[in-house]
């Protein structure tokens, strides 16, 4: 079965997801012992939507989040680039779109937020990917990424390295229609950011006033950003008269 590696290739990563997608809400559950559901709950409250706005979520999946956000009222709309993930949430009545993150097929300002859930990892240019969610945020819009990161404490952090992400692929295995996949997963996890150096990639791709909240002691964290309003310039006063 196909799987990406560490250099998140597009094209293996659409596979590997295709690949997965069949059985993919249900291992996610099992590897993530049901938290799942709590972590979307958490990203629905932070992104703050309300009726009438509209929603990006990118890199949606099988649109389990994107239904989870539009309980706020927001037109929400899935984006993913894995047709088979797409497809494996057909039966979700939220609007579905395939997409690349890098050239997404919205026009700027399109949005009033954005949010990714656990998908910005596979991603091989992160800054990109979020000047591109940048660009199609109205100004004063919102982001909200949900992703794994590095536990603070340094016990958590041993126990979450040395045994969460060595058991995973086995603990998924018996779950998954793509068993390799999640020995990338694991890797992915093991190599991703801490929540200081994502905010400051974010910050770099132009957002504003990052923020992050831990949740599960850090094993997850959710980052909340404010696309900037653009600066006005005084016109040059004119030659005086009188």
Known sequence: MSRAGLDKDPHDVAS?????????DRTNSVM??????RWREVTRQVLEARPGERVLDLAAGTAVSTVEYGRSGAWCVAADFSLGMLRSGAHRDVPKVAADAFH???ATNAFDA?????????MHDTVAALR????????????????????RW???RWLYHNTVLRGLPLLTRPFSSNP???RYLAESMRDW???RTLAGLIARAGWRDVEWLNLTFGVVALHRAVNPEPVSRPHPAGPATG
């Open 32 to 37: 993530t012992l049901g938290f799942d559901r």
């Open 180 to 182: 390799a996949a999640y």
């Open 132 to 151: 591109e969610l940048a660009r199609v945020v109205r100004p004063g819009g919102r982001l909200v990424v949900c992703e794994v990161s590095q536990p």
């Open 114 to 122: 954005a949010t990714i859930s656990f998908g910005l990892r596979n």
């Open 104 to 106: 997404l097929p919205f």
């Open 16 to 24: 590997m997801f295709d690949g997965v997608a069949k059985r993919y």
């Open 193 to 195: 950011y801490d929540q």
């Open 154 to 156: 340094r016990p958590v």
